[in-house]
């Protein structure tokens, strides 16, 4: 008798243990209300919880949504493989795996991750046109651009303005090849072609968020050929302030001085 009462103490102590665990430890429900809710902060910090106890798939993924909605792409990017690394065929989060894959890993500069996880989704039927708008850039930076050309005609032509167009190529342009190669070149007369198409205030507008980042001093020259036209298409507006200082940028990033100079003198006496 006294057995059974220790055997029933034994079920009790252990049911209330696992009762205390599922309080203390998020759940999948749990962690998937605050990726929705949008509070990554807490959400990373349930989530390196779970990790510094046991690594697992699962928390891998909620912790590169957390990071990636906190504007760290790079961070996320690296956690994602891992939770790659980790899961099986049959987890349920690797559609959407894979579909954050295809712009973390052009932000981290891995076209070529990007368009395996894209050929992924398109085998399924589940390429989406923002991972499509991702595999085209990716295609691009290595130089594909006949399947470029395709995955453009197939899955972008009919719902993609100019600009948006012009933008992705900028984009795309910002993590390609060398300039000196023919695939680059290629993309560059692409982009000539279709930033004609364009109004003057949206080539402005490109043409700064380009130079809001660092650019390498060959591209910078040929955003140039792109943006020196605008001061004088611009002359005598308000608007031709910030054409001076967006090429005092650009002259800045080809290391060409004494015209750097010059726009900041003209931009400061505007």
Not at 147 to 161: D, M, N, T, W
Request: with cysteine.
């Amino acid at each position: 008798m006294q057995r059974k009462h220790v055997l029933a103490y034994l079920l009790f102590s252990l049911f209330l243990f696992s009762l205390l665990v599922s309080c203390f430890s998020p759940s999948s429900e749990q962690l998937s209300k605050l990726a929705t809710e949008g509070k990554y902060r807490e959400l990373e910090g349930r989530t390196a919880s779970m990790l510094a106890k046991r690594i697992e798939a699962e928390p891998l993924f909620y912790k590169a949504i957390a990071l990636e909605g906190q504007k760290r792409g790079v961070d996320a990017f690296h956690v994602l493989n891992l939770y790659f690394a980790m899961a099986e065929k049959e987890s349920r989060y690797l559609v959407e795996a894979h579909r954050m894959m295809t712009s973390l890993a052009l932000e981290a500069g891995r076209p070529q991750q990007c368009i395996a996880s894209a050929l992924w989704l398109e085998e399924l039927s589940l390429l989406g046109q923002v991972q499509a708008k991702a595999y085209y850039q990716g295609l691009l930076a290595v130089g594909g651009i006949g399947e470029a050309a395709r995955v453009f005609s197939q899955y972008l032509k009919e719902s993609i303005s100019s600009y948006a167009y012009a933008e992705m190529l900028l984009g795309s342009f910002s993590v390609a090849s060398p300039p000196s190669s023919s695939s680059s070149y290629s993309q560059w007369e692409e982009l000539e072609q279709v930033f004609s198409t364009l109004s003057l205030e949206e080539r402005l507008t490109l043409l700064q968020k380009a130079a809001s980042v660092t650019v390498p001093g060959e591209r910078a020259t040929l955003l140039l050929s792109l943006a020196t036209p605008l001061e004088q298409a611009f002359e005598g507006t308000q608007t031709l302030k910030q054409v001076y200082t967006l090429l005092e940028t650009l002259y800045g990033y080809a290391d060409l001085r004494v015209q750097g100079r010059k726009y900041s003198t003209l931009a400061n006496n505007f």
